[in-house]
């Protein structure tokens, strides 16, 4: 898929650790233009900051501090996207925070700052970049005007021990994406969404229950923050055609067993 989406300008939070950053990096290597973003600049596992992995890529990205929580925010990333490259063709809003607590446990001003960012964030980018799209023509060898992908989780299907409000807003997120896709599908817009497993990004909260999460996964190994940006550049590019408000397990076969 060399090449997948040259042409093509993505919107991407949480661009600088994790998945979001080997989402932004395969974007780039695959001929995007990236407007990138997030809270911070260094990457929670350490390393290289991504704006300067991307600028190693070329010159045709944006970073911006931005919080995907903020109306403002969406808004003003998606008119750097078009003053910058013209139009906007891929949405990915992945920046996604938990606090790792149970009912009882949860404080309401953080379950109300997750679901601020896992899913009213989500409902902001998205209602942003359908806006946006519903302007523009498809590009040439694609049928969609512009391609939503939503990350969800395979804990938005089933539970996950002490993410109470994590797990809730990832289930808010799977029904999005399935309610925007039915009712753009017509005007030329897709939706789909992609719910990772197990992913070792590198995190210390990442590293929590390995021996279990190894058990429960088929595949002989836990995920890594490339499998899911794969499984992005395929629902980014012309090749995902025909298919819209799917929710794509990227998670070692843990669903299936």
């Known amino acids: 898929m060399a090449g997948a989406l040259t042409g093509r ?26 407007v990138a973003a997030d809270l911070r600049d260094n990457p929670l596992e350490g390393g290289e900051p991504t704006q300067q ?8 990205f944006v970073w911006e501090t931005a919080d995907q929580a903020s109306g403002e925010d969406a808004e003003r990333l998606v008119s750097i996207a078009v003053e910058r490259f013209g139009r906007l063709d891929i949405m990915v809003p ?7 607590c149970r009912l009882t446990e949860t404080d309401p001003d953080s379950f109300d700052r997750i679901l601020s960012v896992n899913l009213r964030g989500v409902y902001l980018f998205c209602k ?35 993410e109470f409000s994590y797990g809730i807003s990832k289930a808010g997120v799977a029904y999005m994406t399935r309610q925007i896709a039915v009712d753009y599908a017509k005007d030329g ?13 590198g995190r210390a909260d990442g590293m929590v229950n390995l021996d279990y999460s ?4 088929p595949m002989p190994r836990l995920g890594r923050p490339e499998d899911i940006a794969n499984a992005a550049v395929f629902l980014a590019s012309a090749q995902a055609s025909y298919m ?7 998670d070692g076969g843990w669903m299936a067993y």
Do not use: W, Y
Request: include cysteine; glycine fraction near 12%; aromatic fraction near 0%.
């Open 9 to 34: 300008t993505a919107i991407l939070t949480g661009a600088a650790s994790g998945i979001g950053r080997a989402i932004a990096l395969r974007f780039m290597n695959e001929g995007a233009n990236v």
């Open 214 to 217: 190894t058990s429960r996964t």
């Open 53 to 60: 992995k991307l600028a190693e890529l070329g010159a045709s």
């Open 244 to 250: 819209t408000g799917h929710n794509l397990m990227v």
């Open 128 to 162: 942003e970049a359908v806006k946006q799209m519903l302007l523009q023509e498809p590009l040439a060898g694609d049928e969609a005007r512009g391609r939503i992908i939503n990350i969800s989780s395979q804990h938005g299907m089933v539970c996950s021990p002490s």
């Open 189 to 201: 817009i897709v939706c789909n969404a992609v719910s990772p497993g197990k992913v070792l990004t």
């Open 94 to 100: 992945n920046a996604a925070i938990s606090d790792g």
